[in-house]
């Protein structure tokens, strides 16, 4: 049964919240503000406008529907300032999975499209807990996405960073429906393991293996063109997208004609 109830007449907040909480796999109600609450609805949202008009104990608003989620999802799991430490782990690869946990609960699960979406979520996460003291857990898999997102977080966080061994962290699971799933199950494994603190700076190198895989993922996107190994190098370091790779390819191609 939902705990949450958004109640809001503002279109663009209901249609954010919404969006943010399916994104978590959340469930919610969504109540007219003439309704009843009913007695198993724990934390209502609602716009920082709109909140007067509730007579409800537990009301979270807020500008931000991002924020708001954030603060009912807190209040749910009964996160305060006597709670332990806060626990990021991070599933590395392609699109990374993220969770957050305190005293082994989970408190919030992300899902990015890329290794570089991982500095504003967890910026986010340092934000949404301020003051309370933060653990960053990495799995040792996803090849040069890995160095990629520790190279983002040594650049611009001083947080401790520990290195996880990601095995038996990831299920067996099968079909495109269930990436997203199996990252993010294996990021909560990864922030409950033992983890050591990684100590060296971390230098973006890629291997030959990831240069030839990107340069075949050039010919599916492309329809058959190869990108040059220099371009395949600046996409597996995060410099430029792989999509951006293939377009100046054919820009190269077509002044050498």
């Known amino acids: 049964m939902n ?5 809001t007449d503002n279109p663009l ?10 994104s978590r796999g959340m469930g919610f109600s969504t109540l007219e503000f003439s309704e009843e609450i009913p007695q198993f609805i724990t934390v209502v949202l609602t716009s920082e406008q709109e909140k007067d008009r509730i007579d409800f104990q537990n009301v979270v608003s807020g500008k ?7 603060e009912a999802v807190k209040f749910i799991a009964g996160v305060n300032d006597s709670c332990g430490e806060i626990i990021i782990g991070i599933d590395p690869g392609l699109k990374p999975g ?15 499209n890329s290794p570089e979406d991982t500095l504003e979520t967890v910026r986010e ?12 857990k990495v799995g040792t898999g996803g090849g040069v996405y890995r160095l990629r997102i520790l190279r983002l977080l040594q650049e611009n966080f001083d947080i401790q960073i520990e290195m996880v061994d990601e095995s038996s962290t990831t299920p067996n699971t099968k079909g495109k429906k269930a990436e997203a799933t199996k990252d993010i199950i294996a990021a909560i494994n990864i922030a409950l393991k033992q983890g050591k ?3 060296r700076k971390i230098e973006i190198i890629p291997k030959k293996g990831e240069i030839k895989n990107l340069q075949k993922k050039s010919r599916k996107l492309s329809g058959n063109i190869t990108i040059s190994k220099e371009l395949a190098e600046d ?4 410099k430029i997208s792989l999509e951006e790779a293939v377009k100046r390819h054919k820009i190269q191609l077509s002044s050498d004609k």
């Not at 705990?3 to 109640?7: F, H, N, R, T």
């Not at 907040?13 to 399916?22: C, S």
């Not at 931000?64 to 954030?70: E, I, L, Y």
């Open 64 to 70: 931000d529907a991002r924020a708001v989620v954030n």
């Open 3 to 7: 705990e949450i109830a958004l109640i």
């Open 197 to 199: 603190i990684l100590k």
């Open 235 to 238: 996409a597996a370091r995060g």
């Open 125 to 136: 996460i340092i934000s949404t807990y301020n003051g309370r003291n933060v653990r960053i």
């Open 98 to 112: 993220i969770a957050v946990l305190t005293e082994n609960r989970i408190v919030d699960i992300y899902h990015q």
């Open 13 to 22: 907040f209901y249609y954010e919240a919404a969006k943010e909480l399916k």
